[in-house]
């Protein structure tokens, strides 16, 4: 079945078997292969993608569903420049063997679009939905408190910037 | 897994579907999809009820209407089901994971007819009725359920929207017992919703899950204790009455012996949390 979707920002336009998930269909197919897949049925997160600006089990969704979606992956964060969480989670050793941090750094990034500065209840209740069996989430939740804060900084130096544009 | 999938517009052209065909609605998919991996389920065809679209949570004469496709997190973002439904925020907040909430729908939780089901205990606590289509029949969803994934639904027949009745003044208990927070599947679960004056007993509805085959309910019980004071003692009696006439089974999350116990052991916990101000005191 045709299916047209945004990914990463692009418009995708692909023939894809309607029996094939969207975590095959997206490390297969669109070589994203920072979709990982742990269980399989939605307990690790580690196959998290960001849909229509919620994060999501791409192993529970079926490709053919994306169609009319937008659809976020690692990938395209980092095609943008939008990497604050990914250096917040390497310098707080927020990572080890690594398979579960995209799953986390997505998960991440709704939490913050959505709550900027999130307490500590609020970032375990986010990142729920992901397991990590090396790091004992610390350095996780730390991570994500770096990355709090390393946005609210980026978000007042282009407020700055536009203020001396302003006033020039 | 192979099977076709089809996104029908229409509540006639899903319905038709549905009846000729060996066919499994998917709205969130994160039950569907689990079992179409351990092929538990093996359908010709998915039909995604998505293409029926959203209609608006509504709310009217003190009840709430929830539409197909309405998601878990549709109704956590709800300020007015927020305000007036807080057990069933509670309760929401404990089913699955962020991730699994953005998908997820009571709906088909009610359609799964799990006796885990979280949601579906809720139904049985809030006067909860499906309005079916195409058939334009309202049914109550405790008479819908028809055993463990069984439900009374002709081939043509699916459910459109639910409607669940405002509690007001009354206060609730839920607790919901498993090994970890999130991504929990219910060893034993009970939702009490008890109205008092001073401190007698009203009007009080017990529902157990995990228990039995179904959601447990007995309204006679129930009944019985109206009038009376809310005590120790009162609980104690209606913990054994349940231990009595529930029969849990053993299943990989806990034995059976577990599960009878805690059939009271719940029940007297509800007791001291119903009435905090009797602990105080």
């Known amino acids: 079945m045709k299916i047209r979707f945004k990914l990463n920002n692009k418009d995708i336009e692909y023939d894809v078997e309607e029996y094939k998930r969207a975590l095959d269909f997206l490390r297969d197919d669109m070589r994203m292969t920072s979709v990982k897949e742990g269980c399989g049925e939605g307990e690790c997160g580690a196959c998290t993608i960001i849909l229509n600006g919620k994060n999501v089990n791409s192993c529970m969704i079926l490709a053919v569903e994306l169609d009319g979606q937008e659809v976020w992956t690692l990938e395209g964060l980092n095609e943008i420049g939008d990497t604050s969480i990914q250096e917040s989670y390497i310098e707080k050793g927020a990572i080890q063997c690594g398979f579960c941090t995209p799953g986390f750094i997505m998960s991440t990034k709704v939490l913050l679009d959505n709550n900027p500065d999130p307490d500590d209840n609020e970032i375990k209740e986010a990142l729920e939905g992901n397991l990590c069996r090396c790091t004992g989430y610390t350095k996780i939740i730390e991570a994500v408190k770096l990355a709090s804060t390393k946005l609210a900084e980026k978000n007042t130096t282009v407020a700055d910037k536009r203020g001396e544009k302003n006033a020039v | 897994m192979q ?6 517009k229409t509540i006639e052209e899903l319905s038709m579907l549905k009846s000729n065909y060996n066919a499994k609605l998917l709205a969130g998919g994160t039950d569907l999809m689990v ?10 065809i998915i039909i995604d009820t998505k293409g029926l679209g959203k209609n608006e949570i509504k709310f009217e004469n003190e009840k709430v209407i929830i539409p197909l496709n309405t998601t878990y997190s549709d109704l956590l973002k709800n300020k007015k089901f927020k305000e007036k439904f807080p ?23 009610i359609c799964n007819a799990s006796p885990a089901g979280d949601f579906l205990l ?15 029949k309202k049914i109550k969803i405790s008479q819908l359920i028809d055993g463990p994934g069984k439900i009374k639904l002709k081939p043509e027949e699916f459910i459109y929207s639910i ?72 609980f104690d009696w209606l913990g054994e009455q349940y231990t009595k006439r529930i029969n849990p089974i053993t299943d990989v999350r806990a034995t059976a012996e577990y599960r009878k116990k805690m059939v009271k052991n719940l029940l007297i916990k509800a007791f001291y949390n119903l009435n905090k101000t009797f602990q105080e005191g």
């Open chain 2, 122 to 136: 809720a139904t049985y606590l809030y006067h909860g009725y499906a309005y079916i289509k195409p058939t334009n």
């Open chain 2, 3 to 8: 099977f076709k999938y089809s996104k029908p």
């Open chain 2, 163 to 234: 409607e669940l009745k405002e509690r007001i003044g009354y206060e609730y208990y839920y607790e919901k017992v498993g090994k970890r927070n999130a991504m929990n599947i219910s060893i034993i679960s009970l939702g009490i919703v008890l109205k008092k004056k001073q401190n007698i007993i009203e009007e009080i509805k017990i529902a157990y899950g995990s228990v039995g085959p179904t959601i447990i309910r007995f309204e006679d019980l129930e009944k019985s204790v109206i009038g009376k004071e809310i005590t120790r003692d009162l």
């Open chain 2, 35 to 44: 079992k179409l991996r351990a092929k538990s389920c093996k359908p010709e």
């Open chain 2, 87 to 109: 057990m069933l925020v509670d309760i929401i907040k404990k089913i699955g994971s962020p991730q699994i909430r953005n998908r997820a729908t009571p709906i088909g939780n």
